[in-house]
């Protein structure tokens, strides 16, 4: 059985940093891509990032770009994201989620998601 679990998620105040990990478990970890989302009170859910899993392929979201930098620790059964320069836009429940095939930053595109770690970017 599939299981993701975030964690870091704080309250930071503009300009700071954090680092989020999503632990992963019940599964073949190499075979699988993993994504970073996001949801924001009364907005859809949104891709941030995510890496493929044997060559380490990356992508962002354009608002992230040179802020957010998604990696694994393949040994750990690990993903970091690392968030710098934090902005009150980027405040938002983040969620990993994993998949076969291809990365992509599409919601619909996972199937397995973990319960979510919130983050509140506030002065």
């Known amino acids: 059985q599939v299981q993701l679990v975030e964690s870091g998620g704080a309250l930071v105040q503009p300009g700071g940093s954090l680092r989020l990990s999503c632990a992963a478990s019940?599964?073949?970890?190499?075979?699988?891509?993993v994504g970073w989302f996001r949801q924001a009170p009364g907005k859809e859910r949104e891709g941030v990032s995510c890496?493929?899993?044997?060559?380490?392929?990356?992508y962002y979201r354009d608002s992230v770009k040179g802020r957010f930098t998604i990696s694994r620790d393949n040994a750990k059964n690990m993903v970091y994201l690392q968030m710098n320069d934090l902005k009150p836009e980027d405040t938002a429940v983040y969620y990993c989620?994993?998949?076969?095939?291809?990365?992509?930053?599409?919601?619909?595109?996972?199937?397995?998601w973990g319960q979510g770690t919130q983050v509140t970017v506030s002065s």
């Open positions: 989620a994993v998949r076969q095939g291809a990365q992509t930053l599409l919601v619909d595109d996972y199937k397995n």
């Open positions: 019940g599964f073949t970890w190499d075979y699988f891509g």
């Open positions: 890496i493929s899993n044997f060559d380490d392929i990356t």
